[in-house]
């Protein structure tokens, strides 16, 4: 295939929208105008009555390889990530063996690849095994590319060893990315503390235990001036302390996931697990800060949390259940019926400013522009849907968007000028 050229489209980047043709070739947005006629050989992507939008990018991707390729693996959640307009992914480091090591980050990039779906960007964790005792070896993965450093999953408990993380990270350029939760106040939690686990009888995750870790980390990047990710922000408060911050100017970013601007605890009701996530969904108090925080800029991205687990773990009892829930696909499709927000400003969120926070926007979240690379994704962002799970690319299918009314659907990706999903389907 000698090129490309998305026809009919609106096109929604940093500088607004316009309608317009975009042309492609070698990888490279080389023209974009009106009236732009497809040559010989080129392929013809109809955008009509769509957008076209720099390629999405997740923050927070569990893609289970290696280790647990029951779930998925990393073609498999690539394949996802294509599905849902991503053209890059931060693969998150609760892997077996662990992402703290160069030789483990450098297969799950050869597998990224390999699979030729989404750029797969490994993080590594923040201490050895994630266990919270001993520091990775940080200079050595920064040298081998990690930008984005985590021991999601868990949070880094111990203050001390936070801190020396951050002093490296300031002299490294790295960035560290926490999942706010003190293990001790979690103990045994299936869902949110509030009225809705009591009536229930389940143990309570309390809000405070990822309030303390939030206000915890802020302090710490105070006294360090490393910069700090939060992510999965669920919580009213939470959002409270990023936006003193931020105002503070602190630098500090946070996400927040699709299932925390959409979900709450009530969905417990029918005990079943395809609703238990850590942090957990919590009151629509909290999602309505959550989303208010989306809206003015407190939260700067939209990432999935995409959490695959096999069926037969999450049939277990509530109390034996992983907790996570699939996002790729559905990402977009809860954001849009989610959020009462301008579009441009959810695709900044799904987008460049993820890009920058993950170190990769010198290749995604680009304006469409010609010199740029072609990192795409088409999409109709009035389309409403239902999600089938047994048509998603993900090898799993927990997710808890069966029967919601979805709005927003993506139709075509292009990762460096090649299609990998064309009218909805992934062309590999
Ligand atoms: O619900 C979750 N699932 N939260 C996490 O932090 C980890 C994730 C997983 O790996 O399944």
Known sequence: ??????????????????????????????????????????????????????????????????????????????????????????????????????????????????????????????????????????????????????DDGDGVQDPLLMRRALEYAADLGIVLAQHCEVKRLTEGAVMHEGHCCSRLGLPGWPSVAEELMVFRDIELVRLTGAPVHILHLSTARSVDLVRAAKADGLPVTAEATPHHISLTDERLEGYSSLYKVNPPLRTMADVESVRAGLADGTIDAIATDHAPHAPETKERPLDQAPPGMLGLETALGVSLASLDMPLVDVIAAMSWKPAAIAGVADQHGRPVLPGEPANLTVFDPGAEWQVVPAQLASKSRNTPFGGMALRGKVWHTVLRGTATVVDGQPSR
Not at 56 to 71: C, I
């Open 1 to 150: 295939m000698s090129g490309m050229l998305i026809t009919g489209g609106t096109v929604l980047d940093q500088s607004g929208e316009r309608r317009a043709d975009v042309r492609v070739a070698d990888g490279t947005i080389v023209e974009v105008g009106n009236g732009l006629e497809a040559s010989a050989g080129e392929q013809t992507l109809d955008a009509t009555g769509r957008v076209v939008s720099p390629g999405f990018v997740d923050l927070h991707t569990h893609l289970r390889e290696p280790g647990r390729e029951e779930s998925e693996t990393i073609e498999t959640g690539s394949r996802a990530a294509a599905k849902g307009g991503y053209t890059c992914v931060v693969a998150m480091p609760n892997t077996d063996p662990t992402q703290d090591s160069v030789s483990v980050v450098e297969f799950v990039r050869a597998q990224g690849e390999a699979a030729g779906l989404c750029d797969v960007r490994p993080s590594g964790s923040i201490t050895i095994g994630r266990l919270g005792q001993q520091l990775s070896p940080l200079a050595e993965l920064a040298d081998a590319g990690v930008h984005l450093f985590t």
